[in-house]
């Protein structure tokens, strides 16, 4: 019988998951999503190969189980960081920031795009889990328009162009640099999206 970590059944499939989804950001940090196989991801989270299929069917399972966890995470993460501000400028400020800080790991690892060796099942829940965040985004903007801070416009398209313009940025490591072009950006999405105020 495997041993079991933590204190209790339900902490030990919690820290395995954990050790998996780990194993898996690491390797795919390495090298394409396509080449990694689920005996790789339990030989670098320290568990039985069995163990992987207590928890998911298969490679791409645990990769929806992955980001699903990442953007529940990032999604707490920025709502607490929007706590208390009622500016839809600075709430877009602080949204442009938190999105500087994430790794753009999925954009930039090595090996195809995940859009073309995910199966559509998969890239369709993808999709939706984009959208929590894409929820938050809609709700500055909505807010902005509401308040005159933003001029009326079409919030769909305006959500995806402020989302693409920052899943592509690559944002320096070196702290003046990495300030020099958050600052830039901020700059450019509040003037694209119409505030009425945009501090130099």
């Given at each position: 019988m495997p041993k079991i970590i933590g204190k209790s059944l339900h902490e030990h499939r919690q820290?395995?998951?954990q050790r998996l989804f780990t194993a898996l950001s690491a390797l795919m940090a390495e090298r394409g999503f396509d080449t990694i196989t689920l005996a790789d991801i339990a030989a670098a989270a320290g568990v039985g190969r069995t163990a992987v299929y207590n928890?998911?069917?298969?490679k791409e399972a645990?990769?929806?189980?992955f980001i699903t966890h990442e953007t529940e995470e990032y999604?707490?993460?920025?709502?607490?960081?929007?706590?208390g501000i009622d500016d839809p400028v600075e709430q877009m400020r602080t949204y442009i920031r938190q999105q500087a800080q994430l790794s753009r790991m999925f954009h930039l690892a090595p090996g195809p795009d995940l859009?073309?060796?995910?199966?559509r099942p998969t890239l369709q829940r993808l999709r939706e889990h984009a959208e929590i965040v894409e929820m938050i985004l809609r709700r500055i903007i909505a807010a902005g328009i509401t308040s005159g801070e933003f001029p009326e416009q079409d919030v769909d398209p305006t959500v995806q162009l402020v989302n693409a313009c920052l899943s592509g940025r690559l944002i320096p490591e070196e702290p003046a640099a990495r300030d020099r072009a958050v600052r830039a950006t901020e700059q450019f999405i509040l003037r694209a999206v119409g505030?009425?105020?945009v501090a130099a």
């Open positions: 820290m395995t998951r928890h998911f069917p298969d645990l990769l929806l189980g999604a707490r993460r920025l709502e607490r960081a929007l706590d859009r073309t060796v995910l199966s505030a009425r105020e």
